[in-house]
């Protein structure tokens, strides 16, 4: 049986697109954990705490975002990059998501009068959509 050059390339073309997918399947499951996480804080403080939306928003993306850092780094993309670096370029990638994110909940709670609990979704599901492709392509690489 001969393995011929097409052959060879298709395979690897079809492996490259599976373990893509196998890998946006760990960072769905990490984010999922992550996520769980970071709303049962936020309700948490919210209901348990005198704190503001954009206080009890805050304190709980920031644990999100500790479990999603050390979930992403050794789990989903099984990166050997320098510890460090890669934590300082995720926090960077935080700050934005964080800026943006209080940014945007204020307008979907304050403006559009859209639920707190429905708000706080909307936005992790965006965050979550363009953070795969950060890390994949930049901080995880």
Not at 64 to 88: A, I, V
Request: proline share 2%.
């Amino acid at each position: 049986m001969t393995f011929s050059g097409g052959r060879a390339l298709r395979f690897f073309k079809w492996f490259k697109i599976h373990k893509t997918i196998f890998q946006i399947n760990k960072y769905l499951i990490s984010g999922l954990v992550s996520s769980i996480f970071e709303y049962g804080v936020f309700n948490l403080i919210l209901f348990s705490y005198p704190f503001s939306v954009t206080a009890a928003h805050s304190v709980s993306m920031f644990t999100g975002f500790l479990t999603s850092f050390f979930l992403n780094k050794y789990w989903s993309f099984q990166s050997n990059g320098n510890p460090f670096k890669e934590l300082l370029q995720t926090a960077g990638l935080f700050s934005v998501n964080l800026a943006f994110s209080n940014a945007v909940m204020f307008v979907l709670t304050g403006l559009l009068l859209i639920p707190v609990l429905i708000s706080k979704i909307l936005v992790m599901g965006l965050i979550a959509g363009w953070n795969f492709v950060i890390f994949k392509k930049w901080i995880y690489r």
